[in-house]
């Protein structure tokens, strides 16, 4: 007799809600995300709330797969878009303004960016990476407003909940102002997408499950997580040759994303599970760049201890 699997998207032979699942419900077809840099930066960089940006971030804005923002917008697009449909002939796409903050700027800026894309046809959605305090009114109201057209996904860079890591790590905003900024957007039709990742330095298990704990309780969509890269030239590597911290290893990455899937509401959808380092800048962990197999022992540790997303999640 066929085992039952108890999550209730089982017909994606996944234990938690994959954003694959969510897009085939959604779109009924492949969808295809084409990174895109707008020409922003952030306010922890050009000295609004300080110089540098996170230490993590490498000089692309955690946007190395990104088109090349010397490019027009349109033209980076269709490049992406050719190299996608080599892969899925028939995708649909969503255009995703990936490198830096891409709300931080004048209105008139993020319009500019924006607009091309909400009339084409093959566009099924917008994704836009940007930070809670570069989310001023006027923005909310405008980027709302396009989903008239299509849908909106705004992702927040949040990567802990804990101020004192954020302070470490040159973040320039505080985790009340997530919460402020996630229940503004939340009274709008713009899907919110939380990035968070594990690993920091000073972080141990605990605070990291916490993090989840506290993200699970606010009005969101999605979750991206993924392991703290070391990248070349950023100051956290410098900071890392100087002091080394401890960084998990991949067996214990898999553990700790299982308990936190188990922490997320099943409606939350899961984006990402493990992230990209680009591999001729990664200084560690090397196991990072093997995502199929962290993926794979994800779902084998699930099946293996009979859990999935949402099992001990509060529900408010």
């Known amino acids: 007799m066929k085992s039952v699997n108890p999550f209730p998207f089982s017909d994606d032979n996944k234990r938690y809600h994959t954003w694959n699942y969510y897009l085939r419900h959604r779109f009924g077809k492949k969808i295809a995300k084409v990174p895109l840099d707008g020409g922003f930066t952030c306010p922890n960089r050009d000295g609004t709330r300080g110089y540098g940006g996170c230490t993590f971030c490498t000089s692309s804005g955690s946007g190395e797969f990104a088109g090349d923002r010397t490019e027009p917008l349109l033209d980076q697009y269709i490049k992406g878009q050719a190299v996608m449909r080599h892969k899925w002939p028939d995708a649909d796409f969503i255009p995703y303004f990936q490198a830096y903050t891409n709300t931080y700027g004048p209105l008139s800026k993020i319009q500019a960016c924006v607009k091309p894309f909400l009339d084409r046809p093959e566009v099924a959605a917008i994704a836009i990476a940007t930070r809670a305090d570069c989310l001023e009114p006027e923005k909310i ?20 909940v804990h101020d004192a890591t954020a302070q470490m790590i040159n973040r320039g905003h505080s985790y009340a102002e997530v919460v402020e900024t996630v229940q503004r957007l939340a009274l709008t039709p713009l899907k919110i997408c939380v990035h968070l990742i594990d690993g920091l330095p000073g972080e141990d298990e605990e605070m990291m499950l916490e993090t989840v704990r506290q993200i699970n309780l606010l009005p969101i969509h999605a979750v991206k997580l993924h392991m703290l890269h070391l990248m070349q030239d950023t100051q956290l590597a410098y900071s890392y040759a100087e002091q080394p911290f401890p960084l998990l290893s991949r ?54 201890e009979k859990t999935w997303q949402g099992k001990r999640a509060a529900h408010g």
């Open 251 to 304: 067996e214990e990455y898999v553990g700790l994303v299982v308990r936190q899937l188990e922490l997320l509401r099943t409606e939350i959808i899961i984006q990402r599970l493990t992230g990209d380092g680009a591999s001729d800048a990664l200084i560690a962990p090397q196991w990072t760049q093997k995502k199929t197999i962290v993926l794979n022992e994800i779902d084998k540790l699930m099946a293996r």
């Open 141 to 160: 109201a405008w980027l709302a407003s396009c989903c008239a057209s299509k849908e909106i996904w705004l992702e927040l860079g949040v990567q802990s």
